[in-house]
């Protein structure tokens, strides 16, 4: 027998804690394990924008027959509108090329395969702590991973000092990985000004940065968020970016995702994207098209594309306003730690400063499940489970 000699995986650390919290009886349970947005009532509903262009388009849909490559044509030129700002110099001399991808994800492996077989990267420098598919997505493609100071646990903040001196070491030619904002896991994104300066240093080293953009519009909105993206995209004449409309859409099952390359002129922009296209062509040859026309049709009517804005500033306020909750109800229900800084993290994910101990204590004693970094999905506190939840945390601290 061939099968006999495999061994089992390792279960993966996020997803895996979604399986346990599906199978866990204790009715007071609380999910702050993945990252995925709930509503005040806990669900996470259809967009009423992703709906309205849903059900249009299921009128209005005549073939099934397959997308090109690249996927939708105008789901790639409104990603890149709203990546590089409806009026950039970069959309206007085409030197952007987009493909539709199977979620962050995907795009995230279409770009670590083109690094590895198009650039001279010796290296793709990622931030500690970081999204654990990143390291693992890079080594699945053979490519060199160093690692970049990024979190100052003591202070709770960014470790600016710690980042640059790493990214110091960085050669010419190297990938860099940034989050486009709301870290993951430490919900810490530079300032603009320290955007500045680090799109300054890459152009200065010859850095290749790569933009992981999976939550445009959870942290400030949707032009806001993108600062860091357009300082670096003004600064360095290559980049790559893997966006997703996961999140921001809430379409997690869709996969709905984008790879960008961004290159000196139009000619090499294309001589790139036809490697891009080689190397799409050999994993899954094109991409599904429901979700990419969906979220094309909201983009492209105003309407629609008015609405989804309206419900994404709801999540967002929504989030911001559970942060303000988690600290004050913390400080009522008897911590004597300040949470403060929570309040000053960006989108849906909590750097709580929970050891993986007190982690392991909230899901067996309390149904209190998350990732054991410490890292909390704010997004799953509602008013209903926060006091609870709350009360469970003080007494493992
Ligand atoms: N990048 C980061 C930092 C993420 O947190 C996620 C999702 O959790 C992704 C990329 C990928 O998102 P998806 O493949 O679901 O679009």
New binding site residues.
Partial sequence: MFFDKIQTAPADPILGLGEAFKAETRPEKVNLGI?VYKDAEGNTPVLKAVKAAETRLLAEEKTKNYLGIDGVAAYNAETQKLLFGADSEIIASRRAKTAQTL????A?RIAAEFVKRQTEAASVWISTPT?P??NAIFETVGVNIRNYRYYDKAAHALDWDGLTADLAQAEKGDVVLF?GCCH?PTGIDPTPEQWDALAKMSAEKGWLPLF?F??QGLANGIEEDAYGLRAFAKHNKELLV?S????NFGM?NE???AFTVVAENEETANRAFSQVKAIIRTIYSNPASHGGHTVAMVLQDPALKAQWIGELDEMRARIKEMRQKFVDTLKEKGAKQDFGFIIRQNGMFSFSGLTPEQVDRLKDEFAVYAVRSGRINVAGMTNANIGYLCESIVKVL
Avoid: I
């Fill in positions: 990252g979620g962050g994800t995907g995230l999204w598919n990143h989050h993951n992981d999976a939550y893997a997703s409309y996961s999140k997690y996969r709905v995702g």
